[in-house]
Nanobody, 120 residues
Framework: QVQLVESGGGLVQPGGSLRLSCAASGNIFSINVMGWYRQAPGKERELVATMTSGGSTNYADSVKGRFTISRDNAKNTVYLEMNSLKPEDTAVYYC??????????????WGQGTQVTVSS
């Protein structure tokens, strides 16, 4: 079992910045992928950014150049720095922890979500 706790969500004006944090605890394996997904009302959950324990990153096209994902493996924590925020970024942001072995998902855990609202 892995527990994920997000923090840092809130209300921000367009063009503003926000920093999300997610701390993982429990049965953490050193080799894993952590990242952020988001879901707006009436829409499907979508990938925002992921980062492997080795440092490889993947971003959604809609956030490239604006968001930056980082992680501290020693603290089992992943961050998402969001800049130049747009109203369309408004959503509930979920932290994800995933472990895959030979293309088999061994672990897949989600945080409770944190609300990000971009509005003037």
């Amino acid at each position: 079992q892995v527990q994920l706790v997000e923090s840092g969500g809130g209300l921000v004006q367009p063009g503003g910045s926000l920093r999300l944090s997610c701390a993982a605890s429990g049965n953490i394996f050193s080799i894993n992928v952590m990242g952020w997904y988001r879901q707006a009302p009436g829409k499907e959950r979508e990938l925002v950014a992921t980062m492997t324990s080795g440092g490889s990153t993947n971003y959604a096209d809609s956030v490239k150049g604006r968001f930056t994902i980082s992680r501290d493996n020693a603290k089992n924590t992943v961050y998402l720095e969001m800049n130049s925020l747009k109203p369309e970024d408004t959503a509930v942001y979920y932290c994800n922890y995933r472990r895959v072995v030979i293309n088999w998902v061994k672990d897949d855990y989600w945080g409770q979500g944190t609300q990000v609202t971009v509005s003037s």
